[in-house]
Each structure stands twice: as C-alpha cells, then as structure tokens.
C-alpha cells in the first residue's frame, strides 16, 4: 500500500514537471551515451585518441568546417601513432599497409552515407551522381555507361581535342605575362587552370566546349582593356564550382541537418555573381543533354526528317557522356545532373593541381630548367605517350600531385560485415580489430606528407621520382585507390602532363615570381585555396 502510494507519488510529481523531464530525458541519454563511448565496452575502446572526438562526431565535423580536418587529424597521429580515434565510431589509418583492404581487395570497403550530401539538384529533383551514390549496385551501370570515355585508347584518338585547349590556355598565360610585364594586374594561375579544366572536360566529354578560356571575346578590340579583365575576374563556373566544394565545409552532418543549414548558407550567402555562375552552368549543361537527346532521336529509323537535319546541325557525337547515359536509359533530369558533377568534379581538382604545378615550378627555376632541357632535348615534338615517360615531367606532375592536396582530407570507407583486424606493424605489432560499421579511412595527407615514405616531404623534389621505393608508390594516393578511385584519372593526368609540357616548351614561366611563399588551403573534402587566387608576376 505505501509503495503503491510512492509510486504514485513520483509519477504525479513527474507528471506536474513534464517541460522538466522532456529537457532532461535527452541530457540524460546523451550523458549516459558519452559515458558508453569512453568506456571500455565500447568497440573501439582499445583504439587511442583524444576524449572529444570519442565523445561526439562534432568535433571532425567542426575541424571539417574550420578547413583543418587534415592536419588536426595528423597533429593525432604524430601524438598517438598510425591508428587513430577521430571520432565516436570512426577510426584513421596513417599507415599505406591498410590501403588495400579498404580501398581495393574484393571491391574495397564502401562509402558511408554521408557522401550523399554531394548530391546534385536539378530543377525540383535531386540526383546522386557517380560520385556521391554509395551503392555499389546502383552506381555500377552508371559507371559501366561512360567507363570507355576515361579509357587511354580513347583519349589517345581525342588527343587534339585536349591540345586544343591546352595551346589556348597557353596563349592565355602568355597574354597574362605580356599584361604583367606592361604593369598590369598580377595573373590569378588558378583562374586559367580552371579555365583549361572546363573546357577540356566538356569539350572532351560532351562535345562542347564551355569556353572557359574564351570568355569577354567581345572586348577583344580593346584587347589591353580586355587582359586586364580576365587577370581580375573569375571564370564563369567558378561560383558554381566554389559553391559545391563548399559543401565539404558541413558534409559529416546527417542529412536532415545538411539540408538545414545548406539551406541556411545558399539564403546568407546568396549574391548576383553566384546566381550568375549557377544559372549559366545550368544552361550550358541544358543545351548540350538538349542536343543528345536530339541526336539519339534523329539517329532512329522512325526519326523525321526534320529531326534529322536539326540533329545534324547540332553534331552532337551519340558517343559523348550525356548521350551514353540516355542511351543507357537514364533521364534527361539525372544526366544533366551527372553532367554538372563532372563540371564541378574535373574543374576544381585538375585546375588546383595544374596551378600548384606551376607554381612550384616558378618557386624552383632549377626544376622548371632540368624539365626545359629534358624536353628540348628531344629530336622531335613527343607524342602523346612519349610524354608520359619522359621521366623528368612525370617526376614534375607525380610531385605536384602529391603536394597539391586537391583532396587532402580522408576517404572514408564503412567496414563490412564479418569486421576487419588491421594487422599493424608499425607499432609494437598491435592488431586492431574493427567490427562492422565503424568508418576507416587513410588520409592523403597524412600519407603524402609522411616523413618515413617522403624525405623532406613538404619539399618540391621531382627527382625523387626517378627511382622511387615501393612505399611510395604505394603511398601516393591523389585519385583514391580502388575500385571508387577517379573515374577521370587518365583524362587528368593527360591534362597534366600537356599543359606543364606545352607551357615548359612555350617558356612563358620565364622570367615569373609567385606572390605568395605557399598556396594555403582550407582543407575541406575539396580544398579551398585561401582568396581562391595562386598569383604569379613577372618583372
Ligand atoms: C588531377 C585531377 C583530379 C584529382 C586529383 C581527382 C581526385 C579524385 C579522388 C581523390 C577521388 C576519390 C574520392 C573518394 O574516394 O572518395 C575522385 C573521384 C572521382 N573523380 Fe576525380 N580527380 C581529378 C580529376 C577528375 C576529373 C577531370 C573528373 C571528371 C571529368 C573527375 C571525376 C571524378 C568522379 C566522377 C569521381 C567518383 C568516382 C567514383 O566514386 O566512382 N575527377 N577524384
């Protein structure tokens, strides 16, 4: 009877006080929540690391916001060793032994969710691209659709297309020069890489240029008026692709979150030349899945004839990636979608690694000189794969992209059933098992800056390709590794490798200093270089 009449009790005083115990069951729950997290009946409990992140994923995703996440999470290692605890059920590897497993045997581990924030828009509906999806099964005919576009076949037969970009952009840096020795403004390097990135990307894959590198031809009989211009103002995708490596800044957060505070950000930081930037992407992406799908129609027997003449005009290749992606049966709204991705994807990461290239070839005129006379030293102009064994350039282009840090932060990958026991050898021989679920990853630049691997490893050193260990081979993981590696690696590095030769040929680095010392980025999945210039002059 009393403890019927205590009971009774609690739950009317309970009752009386609801607003008390609704703010304090979640307290509650996170309290106890945290507790399980550092205590050692917790999985990963015999992983080391700091007490935030093994409190709560906020810390990465606050790191991830600041642009530190990568070197914060090397400052872990170098306190901790290979295997860190960088947050609640997330762990990183800094040791290229466990980059096999993750990324490439049996089809590597795959992505986790949160990838999906990378989605695009198109008009009301939102698409996962062959980036962001994280199914295997879903991404595969995607893939499967567009895979022989990125084969070396392939771009061997294109190779004009991709020269013809390179030579413009190199009569566009030589233009910036000649208006830099005049006086003029110093020459943003990042917005011409960009410019070349675009256009190789679309005119390659989509069978029209963008015109990145063309832009402001109007003005060309004020063409003094007109160099000063294009030094000062950003290409015209650059707001968009700004805008989508911004959403590495918050893209840990679930997705009901990102959603909100995307959604919070695009209404902050709305401005006319974003806008601008979005609408004129959106348009030139429209236009060319316009003229697919009008060559696709007039390519069948039961098209018109008039059909068949605008398709025609149009000359829109049935071999381009949007008419491979229609061919295999995906929508108009979804291809548009893939095609933006590739715009965002290919411009920001060649266009950062080929600007870095470049300046540190300035930086170091004795590397720029060796790479002249290995290249002038050749009978003859060297083709297409002559270039690539040139061992002095791929020296050049291996380094710059292991410093660019086009995507330094980690690549995380979400163990599969069954777990995974990382055997280590680096530290005491310790094996770490991870049971299923938890998030691994290696981080390229924990990996690229590893002192054991890389002597001098923030240093620009070409030559240290010439004979380089297996360890660094290894170790070099600038386009992922595996089986969600680049789709676009063998494009990019072709871009690489005739834009720094061509240049090198034309002399146009002669005579440049760069403004800066360093190029310093915000370390976001895509990083951000800091003023979003890499500035050169020349006296
Ligand atoms: C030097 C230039 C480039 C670098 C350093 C680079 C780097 C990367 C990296 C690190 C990944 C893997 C990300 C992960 O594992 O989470 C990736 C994936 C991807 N990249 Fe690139 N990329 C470059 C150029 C390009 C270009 C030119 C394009 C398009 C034309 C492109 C399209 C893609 C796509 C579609 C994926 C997703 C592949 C998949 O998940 O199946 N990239 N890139």
Same mark, same amino acid.
């Given at each position: 009877?009393?403890?019927?009449?205590?009971?009774?009790?609690? !739950?009317?005083?309970?009752?009386?006080?609801?607003?008390?115990?609704?703010?304090?069951? %979640?307290?509650? /729950?996170?309290?106890?929540?945290?507790?399980?997290?550092?205590?050692?009946?917790?999985?990963?409990?015999?992983?080391?690391?700091?007490?935030?992140?093994?409190?709560?994923?906020?810390? &990465?995703?606050?790191?991830?916001?600041?642009?530190?996440?990568?070197?914060?999470?090397?400052?872990?290692?170098?306190?901790?060793?290979?295997?860190?605890?960088?947050?609640?059920?997330?762990?990183?590897?800094?040791?290229?032994?466990?980059?096999?497993?993750?990324?490439?045997?049996?089809? $590597?581990?795959?992505?986790?969710?949160?990838?999906?924030?990378? @989605?695009?828009?198109?008009?009301?509906?939102?698409?996962?691209?062959?980036?962001?999806?994280?199914?295997?099964?879903?991404? =595969? %005919?995607?893939?499967?659709?567009?895979?022989?576009?990125?084969?070396?076949?392939?771009? +061997?037969?294109?190779?004009?297309?991709?020269?013809?970009? !390179?030579?413009?952009?190199?009569?566009?840096?030589?233009?910036?020069?000649?208006?830099?020795?005049?006086? $003029?403004?110093?020459?943003?390097?990042?917005?011409?890489?960009?410019?070349?990135?675009?256009?190789?990307?679309?005119?390659?894959? #989509?069978?029209?240029?963008?015109?990145?590198?063309?832009? +402001?031809?109007?003005?060309?009989?004020?063409?003094?008026?007109?160099?000063?211009?294009?030094?000062?103002?950003?290409?015209?995708?650059?707001?968009?692709?700004?805008?989508?490596? *911004?959403?590495?800044?918050?893209?840990?957060?679930?997705? /009901? @979150? #990102?959603?909100?505070?995307?959604?919070?950000?695009? /209404?902050?930081?709305?401005?006319?030349?974003?806008?601008?930037?979005?609408?004129?992407?959106?348009? #030139?992406?429209?236009? !060319?899945?316009?003229?697919?799908?009008? @060559?696709?129609?007039?390519?069948?027997?039961?098209?018109?004839?008039?059909?068949?003449?605008?398709?025609?005009?149009?000359?829109?290749?049935?071999?381009?990636?949007?008419? +491979?992606?229609?061919? *295999?049966?995906?929508?108009?709204?979804?291809?548009? *979608?893939?095609?933006?991705?590739?715009?965002? @994807?290919?411009?920001?990461?060649?266009?950062?690694?080929?600007?870095?290239?470049?300046?540190?070839?300035?930086?170091?005129?004795?590397?720029?000189?060796?790479?002249?006379?290995?290249?002038?030293?050749? =009978?003859?102009?060297?083709? #297409?794969?002559?270039?690539?064994?040139?061992?002095?350039?791929? $020296?050049?282009?291996?380094?710059?992209?292991?410093?660019?840090?086009?995507?330094?932060?980690?690549? %995380?990958?979400?163990?599969?059933?069954?777990?995974?026991?990382?055997?280590?050898?680096?530290?005491?021989?310790?094996?770490?098992?991870?049971?299923?679920?938890?998030?691994?990853?290696?981080?390229?630049?924990?990996?690229?800056?590893?002192?054991?691997?890389?002597?001098?490893?923030?240093?620009?050193?070409?030559?240290? /390709?010439?004979?380089?260990?297996?360890?660094?081979?290894?170790?070099?993981?600038?386009?992922?590794?595996?089986?969600?590696?680049?789709?676009?690696?063998?494009?990019?590095?072709?871009?690489?490798?005739?834009?720094?030769? +061509?240049? !090198?040929? =034309?002399?146009?680095?002669?005579?440049?200093?760069?403004?800066?010392?360093?190029?310093?980025? &915000?370390?976001?999945?895509?990083?951000?270089?800091?003023?979003?210039?890499?500035?050169?002059?020349?006296?």
């Amino acid at each position: 009877m009393a403890l019927y009449s205590v009971g009774g009790a609690l !739950v009317s005083a309970l009752l009386s006080h609801a607003f008390l115990v609704t703010l304090l069951f %979640p307290l509650v /729950w996170l309290v106890l929540r945290s507790l399980y997290r550092i205590s050692p009946l917790h999985p990963l409990s015999h992983v080391p690391g700091p007490l935030l992140p093994r409190i709560s994923s906020l810390w &990465l995703t606050y790191h991830a916001w600041i642009g530190d996440e990568a070197s914060v999470v090397e400052a872990l290692h170098r306190q901790y060793g290979p295997v860190v605890r960088n947050g609640p059920n997330s762990v990183d590897i800094s040791d290229g032994a466990a980059l096999a497993t993750i990324y490439t045997e049996r089809g $590597g581990f795959v992505k986790p969710a949160f990838y999906e924030n990378f @989605a695009l828009p198109d008009a009301t509906q939102v698409h996962n691209s062959i980036f962001s999806e994280v199914d295997p099964s879903i991404r =595969a %005919p995607r893939a499967k659709a567009v895979a022989v576009l990125f084969s070396t076949s392939n771009l +061997r037969q294109s190779q004009d297309v991709i020269y013809k970009c !390179v030579d413009r952009f190199v009569e566009r840096l030589a233009g910036g020069k000649k208006a830099s020795q005049q006086g $003029g403004e110093p020459l943003n390097v990042l917005n011409l890489t960009r410019g070349l990135a675009v256009d190789a990307v679309t005119s390659y894959l #989509f069978g029209t240029s963008y015109g990145g590198l063309n832009e +402001r031809k109007s003005q060309r009989e004020h063409e003094k008026v007109a160099v000063q211009r294009e030094l000062a103002e950003p290409m015209s995708a650059t707001g968009m692709v700004d805008s989508f490596v *911004a959403v590495g800044r918050f893209w840990y957060l679930p997705k /009901w @979150a #990102f959603n909100i505070v995307e959604s919070l950000d695009a /209404w902050w930081n709305a401005d006319e030349q974003l806008s601008q930037s979005l609408a004129q992407v959106d348009e #030139f992406v429209a236009s !060319v899945v316009r003229d697919a799908e009008e @060559a696709i129609r007039a390519s069948t027997s039961t098209a018109t004839s008039d059909e068949k003449t605008t398709a025609v005009s149009s000359r829109h290749p049935l071999t381009s990636y949007p008419a +491979r992606l229609l061919q *295999a049966g995906f929508t108009p709204s979804e291809t548009r *979608a893939q095609c933006k991705d590739l715009i965002f @994807a290919g411009t920001d990461s060649t266009g950062m690694n080929l600007a870095t290239i470049l300046f540190m070839l300035v930086r170091r005129p004795e590397c720029h000189a060796r790479l002249r006379e290995e290249m002038l030293g050749l =009978a003859h102009r060297p083709g #297409f794969d002559e270039l690539q064994s040139l061992p002095y350039l791929r $020296g050049v282009v291996k380094e710059g992209l292991r410093l660019s840090m086009a995507n330094p932060s980690r690549l %995380p990958r979400v163990v599969p059933k069954g777990g995974w026991t990382f055997k280590n050898n680096m530290s005491n021989n310790t094996d770490y098992y991870f049971p299923a679920g938890t998030e691994v990853s290696c981080t390229p630049y924990s990996l690229h800056l590893n002192e054991r691997v890389f002597r001098d490893p923030r240093s620009f050193v070409p030559e240290r /390709w010439l004979e380089p260990s297996d360890e660094m081979l290894r170790d070099a993981i600038p386009f992922g590794l595996g089986s969600r590696q680049c789709i676009a690696r063998n494009l990019a590095t072709v871009e690489l490798f005739c834009a720094v030769a +061509r240049v !090198v040929e =034309a002399n146009v680095l002669h005579g440049a200093s760069t403004v800066k010392s360093s190029i310093d980025i &915000l370390e976001w999945f895509n990083s951000k270089v800091v003023g979003e210039r890499i500035d050169l002059v020349w006296g």
